[in-house]
């Protein structure tokens, strides 16, 4: 079974920083894509930022030149080092890892999400 397991979230003033980590634990599972998400109250649910397996990132326009995302691909972990904080970019922050789990058939597309940490950003 495969389980992402977010952590770093909490309470800031604007203009502070957070960052936000993500492990990735079981076997067999094949990363490819992992990415921060995010849903604030009454809204939907948007990507924040992405990264492949080989380093290649994506940026939501809001957030650009103020959080960065990376990973440890050895470690199975994801980061968003999120700094400038604003208090639009309080939400509830969700980890999400696509990639390929071994199985008796071959492999098989898997997606996973995280049970997300909140971020406030006070003003």
């Known amino acids: 079974q495969v389980q992402l397991m977010e952590s770093g979230g909490g309470l800031v003033q604007t203009g502070e920083s957070l960052r936000l980590s993500c492990a990735a634990s079981?076997?067999?599972?094949?990363?490819?894509?992992m990415g921060w998400y995010r849903q604030a109250l009454g809204m939907q649910r948007e990507v924040v930022a992405n990264?492949?397996?080989?380093?290649?990132?994506n940026y939501a326009d809001s957030v650009k030149g103020r959080f960065t995302i990376s990973r440890d691909n050895a470690e199975n972990t994801l980061y968003l080092q999120m700094n400038s904080l604003k208090p639009e970019d309080t939400a509830v922050y969700y980890c999400?890892?696509?990639?390929?789990?071994?199985?008796?058939?071959?492999?098989?597309?898997?997606?996973?999400w995280g049970q997300g940490t909140l971020v406030t950003v006070s003003s």
């Open positions: 990264i492949t397996s080989t380093g290649g990132t």
């Open positions: 999400n890892a696509a990639g390929y789990v071994a199985t008796t058939r071959g492999w098989r597309f898997l997606e996973v």
């Open positions: 079981g076997s067999g599972f094949s990363i490819n894509t």
